[in-house]
């Protein structure tokens, strides 16, 4: 959510020239839910304010009138077609945990092949996107997608070489564990960024 702010000021004119109402006025245009819809922005009412402000030198008081137009976001856009493609790509590697740790060669084509799915689904979204220099919802749940898939993929060689020993029934049980603990620690974090990012504002 937004707040768009329009601020209009006759700097030529002294406050005696000009006066604005202190609230709109009836016939005006300006009137809840009459405003053009924006695409992807949900527009809410807009507020009227005015104000008067201080003269400097040779410059008169005036009166300056505020507009502000809160907008917000509609999320279904992103719900539906960025955020569950991207939840649904990083969970499917968690089927390596059903998979014996000594197949080391179909453990390791899962992951990769998501990740490259990954990379090209960035690719495509990120052209649609605006080029801002801080870290958004959208990049956090990417991130932390792309670093599940470092995580997963440096658990398969290390589960692969530590069950050709003696601690094979071990390595095996807790290479199985990952079925649980793999979408448990990925909703956690997600959930942790959302109350991060969106309910903490």
């Known amino acids: 959510t937004q707040v768009l702010q329009i601020e209009f000021e006759p700097f030529l004119f002294d406050v ?33 304010t005015t104000k008067t402000v201080a003269g400097d030198g040779d410059i008169p008081s005036s009166r300056e009138v505020l ?14 077609k960025i955020f569950l493609p991207v939840a649904i790509m990083s969970l499917i590697p968690m089927v390596v945990f059903w998979i014996d740790p000594k197949e080391f060669d179909w453990l390791l084509k899962v992951p990769m092949m998501m990740l ?25 749940v990417i991130i932390t997608s792309f670093a599940f898939f470092f995580l997963i993929m440096i658990e398969i060689p290390a589960a692969y070489l530590s069950q050709r020993g003696i601690h094979r ?30 309910w903490s504002k």
């Open 16 to 48: 005696s020239h000009i006066q604005f109402a202190p609230s709109a006025l009836p016939g005006t245009g300006f009137k809840p839910g009459g405003h053009v819809e924006v695409a992807a922005w949900r527009v809410k009412n807009m507020h009227y």
């Open 67 to 80: 507009f502000q137009i809160p907008v917000q976001r509609q999320s279904g856009f992103y719900l539906w």
């Open 116 to 140: 490259l799915s990954m990379v090209a689904f960035e690719f495509a979204i990120v052209r649609d996107l605006p080029r801002i220099g801080y870290i958004t919802f959208l990049d956090a």
């Open 169 to 198: 029934p071990r390595v095996v049980k807790i290479h199985a564990a990952g079925r649980w603990v793999y979408p448990l620690a990925y909703f956690t974090i997600m959930l942790i960024l959302a109350i991060s990012f969106l």
